[in-house]
């Protein structure tokens, strides 16, 4: 595609620039170089991007047809074409948007229904004797809630929620150690029902409660789509929610995945948090090219990735109760775009999905920081804040905290030059060979892109238009990269040989030919060394 090749063009004449003088040439680069909705700002200006690069990578996406992909989502065409499923999370959270077709039926009537049913339990048990909900579930079952009950813990006022996910036995003998089977809530959160971890879990839970004077027969709860599955495992239809397998799982905590969520923050605020998802997609559908949010931090992250190459990108909340935000999108972007085929089957010919990691500010200042600012790899920076925080008594917490956010991105972009590193040395009293040599540490390269998402405080609407962000960044980006978003075959493999080696390491069957030599020896380790 030419706009491909227009791009690296681009980037072979300007990737020596300096940020800081595209600032000098623009005095309006900040306003030039932000989309916003009403109440959210992504400011991209401290990034390489111009307006020629700007146009280049828009003339990119209208040519990997992103607007006809983008309704075909929207109308529940089966755009998941290796699994021939429609992808309609954007459903879950269409509360008046009308109806939403999927093989000429309208799945609104039934997304409402759950909707209404997840919140009389959720009142029901709002109102019981339940003091703590353990939510068991691993990946999409897990992640979703798991982070947004952290990142809305100032609205919790119902039972506290704790998230298993595990299969280490650690995991879930360290959170039931704390609890009373008597007043104790397990959701079996799991979108097949057949997830080893969640199943294995879900049943060392039940033995427990039964041992310690509960009633599993009322005391769970299930979320699936298989409620064939959840009727076998003994729970009662009156408190299985499903959904339909148009959810993905790294896309559910929209549908009844978000009901331990429901349940800690109350129905009302879980309707917020929706409102918010609904407003992004409002957005993202209407909004047009540089205005609109999701499709220019996607289109900023093929720029990093695809043109300038760099094959990470850190996620970095100045917001203690986002701290979980970085390991939910390893899972959204790197199971969505993780893939080397793309929809037709041919191999990508270029890098597809970034390495996501990163973890709050500002901890991290303190820990991974040192590299992002001074080490040979160039890491794009994406840094969320809020305007305000949840603790009125202690505001100058936060204005530290958001003066932390703004240093950061301001020193990745001005570093320090030499001079500038010479007159700090002098300054310790270092003098000739010895002030060069300490000089040469104090250089920071600069020129280090970030962007910054700020908004006014993270409540559960604007958690909402978060997530949806991103989850339409993930979607734009494989649009562009031609890659299904929506599957996961990478995550197969390791799943069968777990289940063809568990015999082995039970000691049930010989470990044979069949291993390679490295497992065999490891297994005869494990064999040699346990009780
Ligand atoms: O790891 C693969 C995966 O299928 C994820 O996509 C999913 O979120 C997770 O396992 C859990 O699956 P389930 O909800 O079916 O237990």
Redesign the pocket.
């Known amino acids: 595609m030419t706009q491909w090749s227009t791009l690296s063009e681009l980037h072979a004449k300007t990737r020596d620039r300096r940020i800081t003088d595209l600032f000098d040439a623009d005095p309006n680069r900040a306003e030039d170089f932000s989309a916003g909705t009403e109440n959210m700002r992504l400011d991209y200006s401290k990034t390489n991007i111009d307006a020629d690069t700007r146009a280049a990578l828009l003339a990119l996406a209208r040519a990997s047809d992103l607007v006809g992909m983008r309704d075909a989502m929207f109308s529940g065409a089966p755009i998941n074409d290796t699994e021939t499923r429609a992808v309609l999370h954007t459903a879950l959270r269409n509360l008046d948007g009308g109806p939403v077709m999927v093989d000429g039926t309208d799945v609104m009537p039934g997304v409402l229904a759950t909707l209404e049913r997840m919140r009389a339990y959720a009142e029901e048990v709002r109102a019981s004797t339940i003091t703590d909900v353990v939510n068991i579930?691993?990946?999409?079952?897990d992640l979703g809630p798991a982070m947004a009950a952290q990142a809305l813990s100032p609205y919790h006022d119902g039972p506290r929620v704790h998230f298993v996910s595990n299969v280490d036995g650690a995991d879930i003998a360290d959170t039931l150690a704390l609890l009373d089977a008597k007043t104790t809530l397990v959701i079996v959160?799991?979108?097949?029902f057949t997830?080893i971890e969640?199943m294995t879990n879900a049943r060392t839970a039940r033995a427990w409660m039964r041992d310690h004077g509960g009633d599993p027969a009322t005391q769970f709860a299930a979320l699936s789509t298989a409620e064939d599955k959840t009727a076998d495992f003994g729970i009662d239809a009156a408190r299985v929610f499903g959904f339909e397998d148009w959810v993905g799982?790294?896309y559910s905590v929209w549908g009844p995945i978000g009901l331990s969520l429901m349940i800690a923050i109350g129905p009302r605020a879980f309707h917020a948090f929706l409102r918010g998802g609904q407003a992004m997609d409002t957005h993202f559908r209407h909004a047009e090219g540089a205005e609109n949010l999701p499709l220019m931090l996607a289109l900023v992250g093929i720029w990093h990735n695809q043109i300038c190459g760099h094959a990470t990108r850190a996620v970095l909340p100045y917001d203690e109760r986002l701290g979980q935000l970085p390991a939910y999108l390893q899972q959204l972007e790197m199971?969505s775009n993780g893939k080397g085929t793309r929809r037709d089957g041919s191999h990508s010919p270029r890098d597809t999905g970034p390495v996501v990691w990163g973890a709050a500010g500002t901890n991290g200042q303190h820990a991974f920081y040192q590299l992002i600012h001074q080490g040979t790899r160039v890491i794009p920076c994406e840094f969320l804040v809020a305007a305000e925080g949840h603790e009125p008594e202690l505001a100058h917490h936060h204005r530290l905290l958001v003066a932390n956010c703004l240093a950061q991105s301001k020193a990745l972009m001005q570093g320090r030059d030499l001079d500038a590193a010479r007159t700090i040395a002098a300054s310790k009293g270092f003098e000739g060979a010895e002030l060069e040599r300490q000089a040469a540490h104090r250089v920071f390269p600069g020129n280090r892109p970030s962007t910054t998402l700020i908004y006014p405080k993270l409540d559960p609407f604007t958690l909402g238009q978060i997530i949806a962000l991103y989850e339409h960044r993930v979607f734009v980006e494989g649009v562009i990269l031609g890659i299904n978003s929506f599957d996961?075959w990478g995550?197969e493999l390791g799943k069968e040989l777990a289940t063809s080696l568990q015999p082995v390491v039970d000691g049930e069957e010989e470990s044979t030919d069949a291993q390679d030599p490295s497992t065999a020896a490891l297994v005869a380790y494990l064999h040699a060394h346990r009780a």
Do not use: C, F, P
């Open positions: 579930g691993i990946g999409g079952s959160a799991s979108k097949t997830t969640t799982g790294r199971e996961q995550v």
